[in-house]
């Protein structure tokens, strides 16, 4: 079988019961499926080494939100946010006085890798503040942000990087917000996945770093992310499925995977992401940024933690 480019634990783990045509019954993957409101929710946890070694993940929990009308729906936007601050606080105990660093990875100059950037920008920063005078309260907890760059643009590893921040500033917890690659297109900009497994930057584009994680910090790191591209190929796998369906023996007997790789090859490293990318990283990022702005100002409500940002 191919290998299909994807970030989300909730694809890996279709392939992988696909594959085996055990769904829920993969050894050492625990799977809980429910809906809130307009949200659907798929946790997945990653219980033991074999379950690592099938889904090709670390263990852990993978928590995916799914919500269709994202782009569209104020409702959803509103739904969403709750949803990945309730989610979070599953994660990560949260008061005034935890300090959190948020780390926003990616290329701002590349729209389709903006998600970090863009989501710091409309995070509410408080850790200036909450070192002095506190006049904020216990409604707020200490948050930091960072935008890191790109090895392409500082010369410096994005690890090494958030390492001497961590050192510096001493947070309890890291953020890492990062745009991710899909297998599907229907899942670009209406899906948000949580993980507390840390986050290996520009995996999904086969440019892997070194992992943002707990091993390297020495601290718990949150990954949160949003798919924003798709490997061409895997396009094209898709619609290799409904051409073998409609189509002569001759063809059908090179098979799927043959022509697959054939495909992969003639398109090389090549990602597609939505024409409609600019409105899809504004929503995208104002959601996750708002999500956790929920989590860490516990008492605040979305109207009031908007109030504070200028979009």
């Known amino acids: 079988m191919q290998k299909i480019r994807t970030d989300l634990a909730i694809e890996a783990h279709e392939m992988c019961s696909k594959e ?31 379950g690592s070694e099938i889904l090709g993940k670390p263990k852990g929990n993978y928590i995916t939100l799914e919500i269709p009308n994202l782009k569209y729906s104020d409702e959803a936007y509103q739904s969403a946010c709750q949803e990945i601050a309730k989610q979070l606080e599953t ?15 990616g290329n701002k100059a590349i729209t389709s890798d903006a998600l970090g950037p863009k ?8 850790n200036h503040i909450k070192q002095g005078n506190d006049f904020l309260g216990d409604s707020f907890s200490r948050v930091c942000a960072i935008v890191p760059g ?28 990062d ?25 999904g584009v086969e440019n892997r770093r070194e992992g943002i994680n707990e091993a390297a910090l020495g601290i718990k790191v949150i990954a949160i992310g949003v798919p924003t591209v798709v490997d061409a190929a895997t396009v094209a796998s898709d619609s290799i499925d409904a051409v ?25 490293n090549m990602m597609v992401t939505p024409k409609d990318i600019d409105s899809v990283i504004e929503k995208a990022s104002k959601t996750v940024a708002n999500g956790i702005n929920l989590a860490l100002h516990k008492d605040l409500t979305l109207s009031e933690i908007e109030s504070y940002i200028s979009y």
């Not at 055990?22 to 946790?43: A, P, Q, S």
């Not at 006085?97 to 780390?103: F, I, P, S």
Request: proline share 2%; no cysteine.
């Open 20 to 50: 085996k045509a055990e769904k829920n019954h993969l050894d050492g993957i625990d799977v809980e499926e429910y809906k809130n409101g307009d949200v659907f929710i798929t946790r997945i946890t990653v219980t033991n080494e074999k």
């Open 244 to 268: 073998l369906a409609n189509t002569n023996e001759r063809i059908k007997e090179l098979g799927r995977d043959k022509i697959y790789s054939l495909l992969a090859k003639s398109v090389g």
């Open 119 to 126: 989501a710091v920008s409309n995070l509410v920063v408080t």
């Open 179 to 203: 745009a991710l690659a899909s297998r599907s297109m229907d899942r670009i900009s209406n899906t948000v996945q949580i993980s507390d497994t840390g986050i290996n930057p520009g995996s």
């Open 150 to 177: 790109v090895l392409g643009t500082t010369g410096i590893e994005t690890i090494d990087i958030i390492k001497g921040v961590v050192e510096k500033t001493k947070p309890e917890i890291v953020i890492a917000i």
């Open 91 to 105: 994660l990560i105990k949260i008061t005034d006085k935890t300090k959190t660093l948020v780390v926003g990875l």
